[in-house]
Each structure stands twice: as structure tokens, then as C-alpha cells.
């Protein structure tokens, strides 16, 4: 099992960048695929991004591509996002979790963080 804490979230104008991070519990991190979701009041959680265990395969969510860039260090058990260039859209709660495959569907990942808020300001 492991545990999963994001940062990084926060107010920021139009434009910025944000790094999120997510820690990991457990001395499993590096054997979990990670992927970045994102959820807006009344919208089903979207894919952003997932990375396998070695950081050799990654995927983005065909609109994603270009602004955002995940990352991982396995030893500091920590996953990272980073957005560019934000938009008011990108306004959301930032979710990391942990699957065995780095899958693009929400039901493919076994652990979850608690989110982390993005808002953009125009």
C-alpha cells in the first residue's frame, strides 16, 4: 500500500507555472506507475498525465500535451507535475495516484491523494 500527498497547488495568474508534487509513503513507490488527474465541481475526473515505474514511458492526455510535463524521482519518492503557460480552464483540484500500469482511466489506479487546488486567475 501507499500513501500519496500532493503540494505545489495555489492562486496564480494567467500565464504562470505551478510545479505539483506528490510524496509517497511505503518503500514501493518506484514499482507504481503514476498518473495526474485533474476534477472540476460537477465533471467526472480527467486524465492528465501517467508515467511508468522508471520514468521511460510516459503519456498525455492529447490536449495536455506541450504545457504540462511529468516527472518522477524514485528516490524521493515523488512524482511531479509541471504546468506552463496556465489557463483559467486549468482551473482545478490536482490529483496524483498510484496503479500498477500508468493507464489512462481514473478505475485503473488503486491509491489516490487527497488533491491539491489550482486556481487561475484571468
Known amino acids: 500500500q501507499v500513501q500519496l500527498v500532493e503540494s505545489g497547488g495555489g492562486l496564480v495568474q494567467a500565464g504562470g507555472s505551478l510545479r505539483l508534487s506528490c510524496a509517497a509513503s511505503?518503500?514501493?513507490?518506484?514499482?507504481?506507475?503514476m498518473g495526474w488527474f485533474r476534477q472540476t465541481p460537477g465533471k467526472e475526473r480527467e486524465f492528465v498525465a501517467a508515467?511508468?515505474?522508471?520514468?521511460?514511458?510516459?503519456h498525455y492526455a492529447s490536449s495536455k500535451k506541450g504545457r504540462f510535463t511529468i516527472s518522477r524521482d524514485n528516490a524521493k519518492n515523488t512524482v511531479y507535475l509541471q504546468i506552463n503557460s496556465l489557463k483559467p480552464e486549468d482551473t482545478a483540484v490536482y490529483y496524483c495516484a498510484a496503479a500498477g500500469v500508468a493507464g489512462t482511466l481514473h478505475i485503473e489506479y488503486d491509491f489516490w491523494g487527497q488533491g491539491t487546488q489550482v486556481t487561475v486567475s484571468s
Open positions: 511505503g518503500r514501493t513507490f518506484s514499482s507504481y506507475a
Open positions: 508515467i511508468n515505474w522508471s520514468g521511460s514511458s510516459i
